[in-house]
């Protein structure tokens, strides 16, 4: 595959090998993450220092950045999108799609759009995270494929057009700061837990909670309940913990 369209923008798949900084899940903002920054102010800087998708002034859109060098892609902001897919999709054949070699790369100093993502679904034993454009989910493709960008991150590819993106072991990737921790062994209650996480909190089921039904949150405290934290990945059980504690608190009281 020599490009990749994304929106009207063809992308080039360069030789090379997948960004080498730490993917995160930054678990409050919901933000899949890799890049070389280490802060919010060292962020801003890299965005004025790159072309591409994305910018300093809105932080709600993706971002794909390529080097002013050589053109070549070089960090990625995503955010994770509010709407769940209904419980009867699976989208696990796109673990089965083929795979894509190379590295993204643009004519140093181009700016374009990425499609916005609009519906997520996490496999329910937490193996994988997918991101997909209205397209990608509504649409049926002759061809799938994917292409590594980052560590366990791949795009999406529909007949040669981005279509979102995918994320594999996405428990073992939950952070809550900008310096990436290791990647711990996977923990699968860890990975079921933040399936559920998944499944209870799309934005449907919040307006429900300012509406006044308190079953939703009934269910939160339920999986708050089940969250251990002293064996397992404790860093990141405690983290998810701590997070969903918040989503808690932020929505106590409009059950009320």
């Known amino acids: 595959m020599e ?4 929106g009207e923008m063809p992308v080039r798949v360069a030789p090379g090998d997948p960004m080498p900084w730490p993917l995160r899940l930054s678990f409050g903002a919901l933000l899949a993450i890799s890049g070389p920054y280490r802060s919010a102010d060292e962020h801003e800087q890299h965005l004025l220092e790159t072309s591409g998708a994305g910018s300093w002034v809105d932080h709600g859109n993706d971002e794909l950045r390529f080097s002013s ?6 960090s990625v902001w995503l955010p994770t999108p509010g709407s769940v897919v209904p ?3 699976d989208l696990g054949f796109w673990l089965k799609a083929g795979r894509v070699e190379g590295r993204l790369a643009v004519v140093p100093g181009t700016y374009f759009d990425v499609p916005l ?10 193996s994988v995270l997918v991101c997909l454009t209205e397209e990608g989910f509504s649409g049926d493709p002759a061809v799938r494929s ?10 999406l590819i529909a007949d040669g057009r981005y279509v979102g993106w995918l994320l594999e ?20 209650e860890l990975g079921a837990w933040l399936a559920r996480f998944f499944a209870l909190t799309d934005d449907d089921v919040f307006d429900v909670i300012v509406d006044g039904d308190p079953t939703p949150l009934e269910h939160l405290r339920e999986l708050l309940a089940d969250v251990r934290t002293e064996e397992g990945d404790r860093a990141r059980r405690r983290i998810f913990r701590d997070a969903l504690d918040d989503v808690i ?6 059950d009320s």
């Open 3 to 6: 490009e990749i369209l994304f």
């Open 69 to 74: 060098d050589t053109g070549e892609l070089v």
């Open 87 to 89: 419980d009867s999709a």
């Open 117 to 126: 993502t609009s519906v997520r679904w996490c496999e329910s034993s937490g």
């Open 146 to 155: 994917r292409l590594r960008i980052a560590q366990d991150l791949d795009v």
């Open 169 to 188: 072991r996405p428990a073992t990737h939950l952070n809550d700061s900008w310096t990436a921790e290791p990647v711990s062994p996977e923990d699968p």
């Open 249 to 254: 608190d932020c929505h106590t009281g409009f």
